[in-house]
């Protein structure tokens, strides 16, 4: 199947330059059926890139832009009242897609964000007291902006803890913005194709759940994760006092998946400790707590991890 991978990674690059971590975060998120929180500045493609996956997985796509008087009912949908049948009738929303594009998420207010964690969660919209179950596959992929200080809300621990990465998305290097200003200043606009089916997205997702992992890298990850929890037992005391809150049980298990379709996106059919470090920051960074001292002193996530990582002993 990893010419599937190729095939699909083709046709984003048609509009996409560089970024291959970003697609590979993505294509990880699609095949265990995790959302994905994308951070970067303005102009790095971060939505053009979601719009170019669901178009190449030929999968149903809505993009709702947030802005601070967005409603919890513009995004599920409401009971809207019809006169000529003096009735109640649903009109669902966006969220009634295969792949939702929550654009700048923290320019919402929380009863708004709120308003994702059950369908997240549960892959379900509750309106009135109706209850309707998405078509699967069903995603969030939501992006945010960490310049900006002004009309922005803080996503909540509870909202972050369901995405299952966060990537953070940098500059091109010189040689891609090259060729992406040559691109557009000339036009060079191509169609993006379907080339792989829902069917064929099942098929997938289901030889990633075949690929082994041994028992001494699921301890090892195991591991990983109880180190942000008790890093003094690893040997980490200088970084314990920058830990509020560990990592929560839903890492494990995102990891436990994720490795898996690490290794499936490499053309291997076993997970190896590579696999397990290549994606930690990205499982991680946001599911930790730091402490009042860690941001006085500027420490951030992502240093953290790295310690962690050198920290505990590669099987």
Known sequence: MSNKIEAIKSEVAKVVVG???????????????????????????????????????????????????????????????????????????????????????????????????????????????????????FFVMATQNPIEQEGVYQLPEAQLDRFMFKLVVGYNSKEEELEIARRISQGMSQEIEAVVGKDELTKMKEAVKKVHIDEEVERYMIELVAATREPAKYGLEEIEEYIQFGASPRVSIDMFKAVKAMAYLRGKDFVTPVDVAYIAKELMRHRIVLSYEAEAEGVTTDELIVKILEAVPIP
Request: hydrophobic share 45%; charged share 25%.
């Open 19 to 137: 970024q291959e971590k970003m697609i590979d975060g993505l294509l990880i998120g699609l095949l265990c059926e995790g959302h994905i929180l994308i951070e970067g500045i303005p102009g790095l493609a971060k939505t053009t890139t979601v719009n170019a996956l669901a178009k190449s997985l030929g999968l149903d796509f809505k993009r709702v832009q947030f802005t601070p008087d967005l409603l919890p009912s513009d995004i599920l949908g409401a009971e809207i009242y019809d006169p000529q049948h003096n009735d109640f009738k649903i009109k669902q929303g966006p969220v009634f897609t295969n792949l939702l594009l929550a654009d700048e998420i923290n320019r919402a207010p929380a009863k708004v964000q709120s308003a994702l964690l059950e369908v997240m969660q549960e892959r379900q919209v509750t309106i009135g007291e109706e209850s309707f179950a998405m078509d699967l596959p």
